[in-house]
């Protein structure tokens, strides 16, 4: 099945910093790439996504990259501010356990801290 | 407004004794997954439903089981519930495969 790895685990910056997380995947199948944001105690909520057909993808202040020939894609916050704390994670649609459905594989996630 | 419901939001149950959780949804999604996320972790994929096609992951324990009797509902019986088992449980759906998937708020089980 599809393996996905996020980097860091753990991101601190300063307010009006930019922030940058990373993540690989091992299936060169995989076509679609969704990132979520879970706010501490709340559920993950689709903030921004991306297809292999697209290299970027731009929603204010909110983008992600992909590079298909490396599989890795990033996700880049600009302007950070404190309500920008949270968990992101990545995921990668690659095959399940099962090795049936396309289903999508997520990160292990990155904290993210905006200090005032 | 709300798309994906989860009840209850929490539960306390005692070690052994079965618990069911239940997620429905008013988008009329295809697919319905349910997830165990355990503190500081990644939601973890258990089961899903494409339609009624039930999709079992491979590592998931034959101590869950999933029910999905209509569109709307979904449920998550956890048949002799461990310690171990203590976790946040997300329900969430998808229109398709491909596409983002809707999260309920989920359902956090104490097992004492």
């Known amino acids: 099945g599809e393996n996905v790895e996020q980097h860091p685990s753990t991101l601190s910056v300063q307010e009006g910093d930019s922030a940058v997380i990373k993540c690989t995947y091992s299936?060169?199948?995989?076509?679609?790439f969704p990132w979520y944001k879970q706010e501490l105690g709340k559920r993950p909520q689709l903030i921004i996504d991306?297809?292999?057909?697209?290299g970027e993808k731009k929603d204010q202040r909110i983008a992600v990259t992909l590079n298909k020939t490396a599989k890795h894609f990033s996700l880049h916050i600009t302007e950070t501010q404190p309500e920008d704390s949270a968990v992101y994670f990545c995921?990668?649609?690659?095959?399940?356990?099962?090795?049936?459905?396309?289903?999508?594989?997520f990160g292990r996630g990155t904290s993210l801290i905006v200090h005032p | 407004d709300a798309m994906v419901i989860q009840n209850p939001r929490y539960q306390v149950t005692q070690f052994g004794k079965p618990v069911t959780l239940s997620c429905s949804q008013t988008?009329?999604?295809?697919?319905m997954y349910w997830y165990q996320q355990k503190s500081s972790q990644a939601p973890k994929l258990l089961f899903h439903?494409?339609?009624?096609?039930?999709?079992n992951e491979a590592d998931t324990p034959d101590n869950f089981q999933s029910r999905r009797p209509n569109t709307s509902f979904c449920f998550l019986d956890i048949r002799s519930p461990g310690l171990g088992d203590a976790a946040m449980y997300l329900c969430?759906?998808?229109?398709?495969?491909?596409?983002?998937?809707?999260f309920g708020p989920g359902t956090r089980l104490t097992v004492l």
């Open positions: 995921a990668a649609k690659g095959r399940g356990a099962s090795g049936g459905s396309y289903i999508p594989t």
């Open positions: 439903y494409y339609d009624k096609d039930f999709n």
């Open positions: 299936d060169s199948a995989s076509n679609y």
């Open positions: 988008l009329n999604h295809n697919v």
């Open positions: 991306i297809r292999s057909n697209v």
């Open positions: 969430a759906t998808s229109r398709d495969y491909g596409v983002g998937q809707f």
